[in-house]
């Protein structure tokens, strides 16, 4: 079991914040084909080179191994201050 | 060092006077920003964050920016949430023994929490909301601090 989130514009795309999911695959490239199932403008979102990913809250490269995975953060641009 | 995160409405002067309280005989220079909501075309901004991790990527970068300015202490404020135009959204104050180093680390923090600070910000507009991403300008200033890097 994974938890997927999403922030910034990508909630927007991606209709939720959160979602669980019981097999999320074995690395972010097949997990972003998974997602792009139900939606594919999400898919396209996910791929875009600026999103940033953090699993279970550590900074991860776009084709990441999922091994262990508990939490999946998908980022955009980020924009504080 | 603090580093706090919250969803309320603060006083930048309290938080001023808090950092300073303490009354510390080895500091020369006390360095402050506040980042305010603008107003006009914004009605009020909308902040997100990661709970845990944006504290502890703030904590890492603050942590090696006051190794390298040999700060003493060290406050970061930073609102989420609903912010009204005139309301404070950060603010930044670092203590060190002169002057340059406290206004490089306090530059290097901001430059730092505009590109790089897990945030997602939305301005809603009279014509509706837009995310707000960091411009090319926001990229160049963050890359001149090495310390941030």
């Given at each position: 079991?994974?938890?997927i989130?999403?922030?910034?514009?990508?909630r927007?795309?991606?209709?939720?914040?959160?979602?669980?999911?019981?097999?999320?695959?074995?690395?972010?490239?097949?997990?972003r084909?998974?997602?792009?199932?139900?939606?594919?403008?999400?898919?396209?979102?996910?791929?875009?080179?600026?999103?940033?990913v953090?699993?279970?809250?550590?900074?991860?490269?776009?084709?990441?191994?999922?091994?262990?995975?508990?939490?999946?953060?998908?980022?955009?641009?980020?924009?504080?201050? | 060092?603090?580093?706090?995160?919250?969803?309320?409405?603060?006083?930048?002067?309290?938080?001023?006077?808090m950092?300073?309280?303490?009354?510390?005989?080895?500091?020369?220079?006390?360095?402050?920003?506040?980042?305010?909501?603008?107003?006009?075309?914004?009605?009020?901004?909308?902040?997100?964050?990661?709970?845990?991790?944006?504290?502890?990527?703030?904590?890492?970068?603050?942590?090696?920016?006051?190794?390298?300015?040999?700060?003493?202490?060290?406050?970061?404020?930073?609102?989420?949430?609903?912010?009204?135009?005139?309301?404070?959204?950060?603010?930044?104050?670092?203590?060190?023994?002169?002057?340059?180093?406290?206004?490089?680390?306090?530059?290097?923090?901001?430059?730092?929490?505009?590109?790089?600070a897990?945030?997602?910000?939305?301005?809603?507009?009279?014509t509706?909301?837009?995310?707000i991403?960091?411009?090319?300008?926001?990229?160049?200033?963050?890359?001149?601090?090495?310390?941030?890097?």
């Open positions: 079991m994974a938890r989130l999403f922030f910034g514009r990508l927007d795309v991606a209709g939720c914040a959160a979602l669980e999911l019981e097999q999320c695959g074995a690395d972010l490239g097949a997990l084909d998974l997602l792009t199932r139900d939606n594919a403008a999400l898919g396209a979102a996910l791929r875009d080179q600026s999103v940033r953090a699993v279970n809250q550590e900074m991860v490269a776009h084709d990441a191994s999922l091994e262990g995975a508990r939490e999946i953060a998908f980022m955009p641009p980020l924009s504080g201050g | 060092m603090q580093i706090r995160i919250t969803p309320d409405r603060f006083a930048p002067e309290q938080e001023l006077a950092f300073l309280g303490d009354g510390r005989e080895d500091a020369g220079a006390c360095a402050t920003f506040t980042g305010l909501c603008r107003g006009g075309a914004v009605r009020w901004l909308e902040l997100e964050h990661y709970p845990g991790f944006t504290e502890a990527r703030i904590a890492a970068i603050a942590e090696r920016v006051a190794e390298a300015r040999k700060l003493l202490d060290l406050r970061i404020v930073h609102r989420t949430g609903r912010i009204a135009p005139g309301e404070a959204i950060v603010f930044v104050a670092a203590l060190a023994p002169h002057r340059s180093e406290a206004f490089a680390a306090v530059e290097a923090l901001m430059d730092y929490l505009k590109t790089d897990p945030f997602w910000k939305r301005e809603m507009r009279e509706g909301a837009a995310w991403e960091p411009t090319a300008q926001d990229i160049t200033r963050r890359a001149r601090h090495k310390e941030t890097r």
